[in-house]
């Protein structure tokens, strides 16, 4: 089960002092999302993944920290509006701003998993127009940045603009993701023949839905079954690893 409570915070731009949700502990059951998205209960806390300012606007996960570079920025139309976005609400607005934020401290990573993540709350709220300008926003963060050269986050993206309709963008990603950006220790659990299966299976999965033009969410029970407890282990690895990155 998830343990969510009410933290009392002080925003570190403003001063203001409010209380706001605060994740003291979770877990998950299943896989994750082809975009890594974490399964139940995990997925259903992101209302504590940060605080929002109730004051100033300011947005961070740890808003008692020093934000004061930003000061200026935050009163500013483009943070404001979410670059225009005007349609963006409540924690979409949130991931989306905290995104911006990450782009300025050129924190490219943690950028481009924040507007995934304001995707992730469009979905929930099945606002798919607004989803799609999400991944459109983490897609142009990953190709200014040259693909990160990374095979988890390529296979993300692959997802993301296969979710945003971009079919054709999405199965050239697909063909050009390089296996060999992948470390023995992310397969430290598995086989070499399991790791191969996994990986094939995984990126033949996501080619078909382009082909079929499908734009659904999928998890990677979807596209090889019941994975393996060792695999399975090894892709929650990859997450944990990718989001950890956000504060380098």
């Not at 605080?51 to 500013?76: F, L, M």
């Not at 993300?156 to 945003?164: E, K, Q």
């Not at 390089?178 to 094939?200: T, W």
Request: hydrophobic content about 30%; charged content about 30%; aromatic content about 14%.
């Amino acid at each position: 089960m998830s343990a969510i409570f009410d933290g009392n915070f002080r925003c570190s731009v403003c001063g203001c002092e409010f209380t706001a949700p605060e994740l003291w502990s979770t877990s998950e059951f299943g896989s994750p999302d082809l975009d890594l998205r974490p399964a139940e209960l995990n997925r259903w806390t992101m209302e504590a993944w940060m605080q929002c300012c109730p004051n100033c606007g300011y947005v961070s996960r740890h808003i008692d920290e020093d934000g004061t570079q930003h000061k200026e920025y935050i009163a500013t139309a483009e943070y404001i509006t979410c670059e225009g976005n005007t349609s963006l609400t409540g924690l979409a607005r949130n991931f989306y701003r905290y995104g911006l934020l990450c782009l300025r401290e050129k924190k490219y990573t943690a950028a481009y998993y924040a507007f995934l993540r304001a995707a992730w709350a469009c979905d929930d709220e099945e606002l798919y127009e607004q989803a799609c300008i999400c991944r459109n926003r983490a897609a142009k963060v990953f190709y200014h940045n040259g693909g990160f050269n990374d095979f988890e986050i390529g296979f993300v993206n692959a997802d993301v603009l296969r979710r945003a309709g971009r079919f054709k963008e999405a199965r050239k990603l697909c063909k050009s993701l390089n296996l060999k950006n992948i470390s023995d220790e992310d397969f430290e659990y598995a086989s070499e023949d399991e790791e191969s299966d996994f990986i094939k299976k995984a990126v033949g999965f996501q080619l078909k839905l382009c082909r079929k033009k499908d734009t659904k969410c999928y998890s990677f029970d979807d596209c090889s079954g019941s994975l393996p407890q060792r695999l399975l282990r090894t892709i929650m690895r990859l997450y944990d690893r990718k989001y950890s990155q956000e504060n380098n």
